[in-house]
Structure formats: structure tokens, C-alpha cells
């Protein structure tokens, strides 16, 4: 564990390379733990009628990972044959999800001067 400068100090443990708060418990375990490509698609692709759901997870994985839709493909059916980073990345991707439903729903106010793009 190290800590690095932020703007956000209450946001300063570095874990497996995520940056997670400084709390004991839940986030903390949270923050460590890896999500599977087919957990991240059941949270956030929606299953839409008549819409390839696999396409759409592999478009969403791609994106969110940096790679392209024909690399994530070749992961196999269930992503297994993924690299292991990607699951870090996909936890992030998680909680910032996460986090920006919290924004929508009113429950965080964002400060004035935090970045809007």
C-alpha cells in the first residue's frame, strides 16, 4: 500500500492499483476485489430485445478496457481467456458507475470545481 497526492486526500490508498478511501471494511474489500467481464456485463450492458447482448458486452468491455471489440472476442464465451488486469480495470469502471448513479440521483453533489468532462 502507498499513498499518492490527490486532489482528493480523503482518497489516497493506493490498492492493486486501484485508489481507494481510507476506510476500514467494505470498501476496502471492495477495492481489492476483481469483476469478472460477465459480472460487469449483468451490471451495466443492457439486455435490449432484438440487440446482440454478447456484441454489446463485448463493445462495453472493449471501451472501458482500451482494447478493440475484436480482441476482447477472443477471449472466448465468458471472457476467461482475459488478461488478469482486466478484471482490476473493470472494478474501477464499476465503482465509478457506481458513482456517477449516486450523482444522478442527488445523492453526491459534485464541488463547483471538479472537472465536468
Known sequence: MR?????WSRWNTVKNGLICPPMTGGIDILCQLPLEPMEYCRRWVIHEPGRNYR?????AIAEV????????K???T?????PKYVSRILRQADLI????QLVVKGIITLPSDFPQE
Open 3 to 7: 499513498s499518492v497526492k490527490s486532489p
Open 78 to 82: 465468458e471472457f476467461r481467456r482475459r
Open 74 to 76: 477472443d477471449w472466448g
Open 65 to 72: 478496457t482500451g482494447t478493440s471489440p475484436k480482441t476482447v
Open 97 to 100: 458507475n457506481q458513482f456517477k
Open 55 to 59: 456484441k454489446a458486452c463485448i463493445n
